[in-house]
């Protein structure tokens, strides 16, 4: 089945610096892919829908000055969490539309300290 | 927008019996749903979908069944087993249309040996 890679799937990092994310489609092309965000014993949250060579599109009280997507192939998009705050941690989950359904990556545990 | 319940958020049952979880979602325009499971720290994986025209599936010990008139649909898992023990969340959207899943808060299933 379809395949799709987040890295890191952990990571630390200290108040105010910047984190980047990577989700990718290892064996199909996704010209739109999601990412989530999902607090402890939480649903998975939309943040926004990334499609290849345009921006993205941010739901409602996402600020997209301070998560900044990039969609910039069909394999790879990022997520770069600017000035992260302790608030800001989380665990982050993409997903790549695929060939009839939506393939899920398997997350990415970030830690504001 | 489209709002997705589901209940029971916590479900506990014996080895070998039957769990069943139920969602409700409220735009009728919605006809792809999928249910995910989720293992503690990893992304969601689909156990199961149906789509709007169909009013039942299943794949082995898996079973889901879509009322449209009632707009609500239910997730049945037979002959439970430990490893069944995870958290499920069942989704709604509209194919063909930006595939923007919205999930239900989710249900803690666990399976005492």
């Known amino acids: 089945g379809a395949v799709v890679s987040q890295h890191p799937s952990r990571v630390i990092c200290k108040s105010g610096t910047s984190v980047k994310i990577e989700c990718r489609s290892l064996?199909?092309?996704?010209?739109?892919m999601f990412w989530y965000r999902q607090f402890p014993k939480q649903s998975l949250m939309l943040m926004a829908t990334?499609?290849?060579?345009?921006?993205?599109?941010?739901e409602q009280g996402v600020e997209k000055d301070k998560f900044l997507i990039n969609h910039a192939s069909l394999t790879l998009s990022t997520l770069t969490v600017t000035s992260a705050h302790p608030e800001d941690s989380s665990f982050y989950i993409c997903?790549?539309?695929?060939?009839?359904?939506?393939?899920f990556g398997p997350g990415t545990r970030l830690t504001v300290t | 927008g489209e709002n997705v319940e589901q209940h029971p958020s916590t479900l506990s049952v014996q080895e070998g019996d039957s769990a069943v979880i139920k969602c409700t979602y409220s735009?009728?325009?919605?006809?792809?749903f999928p249910w995910y499971k989720q293992e503690l720290g990893k992304g969601p994986q689909l156990i199961i979908d149906?789509?709007?025209?169909?009013g039942e599936k299943k794949d082995q010990r898996i079973a889901v069944t879509l009322n449209k008139t009632a707009k609500h649909f239910s997730l049945h898992i037979t002959e439970t087993q430990p490893e069944d023990s995870a958290v499920y969340f069942c989704?709604?959207?509209?194919?063909?249309?930006?595939?923007?899943?919205?999930f239900g808060t989710g249900t803690s299933l666990t399976v005492i040996p």
């Open positions: 064996d199909f092309q996704a010209t739109t």
């Open positions: 990334s499609n290849e060579g345009s921006k993205a599109t941010y």
């Open positions: 989704a709604a959207s509209k194919r063909n249309t930006g595939n923007q899943f919205y």
């Open positions: 997903s790549a539309q695929g060939p009839g359904l939506q393939y």
């Open positions: 735009d009728s325009a919605s006809n792809y």
């Open positions: 149906i789509r709007s025209n169909v």
